[in-house]
T-cell receptor, first 112, second 113 residues
Framework: DAGVTQSPTHLIKTRGQHVTLRCSPI?????VSWYQQVLGQGPQFIFQ???????GRGNFPDRFSARQFPNYSSELNVNALLLGDSALYLC???????????FGPGTRLLVL | AQSVTQLDSQVPVFEEAPVELRCNYS??????LFWYVQYPNQGLQLLLK??????LVKGINGFEAEFNKSQTSFHLRKPSVHISDTAEYFC???????????FGTGTSLTVIP
């Protein structure tokens, strides 16, 4: 079975630009969460979506937004990019009621 | 509020020696506990988890961890490490009242030949 997939794998943007990251959960999983992992740190929670509804939001500015589609895939959008947004963005999926999250390989974003 | 502390940022250990990676947490509610491993330039892979029941849990690659509620700890152990265990290890908690995971800052395990 395919695991969580994310695209693109790497991305380079300049300050002020906008970026869209994509995630496809494990088949059958209805919940998707997004995390930001800055170099040398643990992942920080950004959003959780379940059945297309936002179920949780971390301490991130409004420049960060997300959505979940009817097929349970998800997009993370970041507007007005800052240098500090450079990080590995991880997507994780779960069944919803299940307590365990399974992570994808991440998208590495570099903002210049 | 929840927090996770991984007491050692870097742990060097010789091949075939035992290792313990320490994790302590703070939470006002009951939590579920997890260890993930991250190899260079990759995402997180689940090593093991404690949800309920026996406080000693076994995971993949010969790792095990013990939940100690009184000490709010969930230390990861392996009796004999291999070169391939060199990676970053993250402890995480999930409160039983929500869905968000809280991660520690990670422990870099380096296995020396």
């Amino acid at each position: 079975d395919a695991g969580v997939t994310q695209s693109p794998t790497h991305l380079i943007k300049t300050r002020g630009q906008h970026v869209t990251l994509r995630c496809s959960p494990i088949s059958g999983h209805k919940s998707v969460s997004w995390y930001q992992q800055v170099l040398g740190q643990g992942p920080q929670f950004i959003f959780q979506y379940y059945e297309k509804e936002e179920r949780g939001r971390g301490n991130f500015p409004d420049r960060f937004s997300a959505r979940q589609f009817p097929n349970y895939s998800s997009e993370l959008n970041v507007n007005a990019l800052l240098l500090g947004d450079s990080a590995l963005y991880l997507c994780a999926s779960s069944l919803g009621g299940e307590k365990t999250q399974y992570f994808g390989p991440g998208t590495r974003l570099l903002v210049l | 509020a929840q927090s996770v502390t991984q007491l050692d940022s870097q742990v060097p250990v010789f091949e075939e020696a035992p290792v313990e990676l320490r994790c302590n947490y703070s939470s006002s509610v009951s939590v579920y506990l997890f260890w993930y491993v991250q190899y260079p330039n990759q995402g997180l892979q689940l090593l093991l988890k404690y949800l309920s029941g026996s406080t000693l849990v076994k995971g993949i690659n010969g790792f095990e961890a013990e939940f100690n509620k009184s000490q709010t700890s969930f230390h990861l152990r392996k009796p004999s490490v291999h070169i391939s265990d060199t990676a970053e290890y993250f402890c995480a908690v999930r409160p039983n009242t929500g869905n968000q995971f809280y991660f520690g800052t990670g422990t870099s395990l380096t296995v020396i030949p």
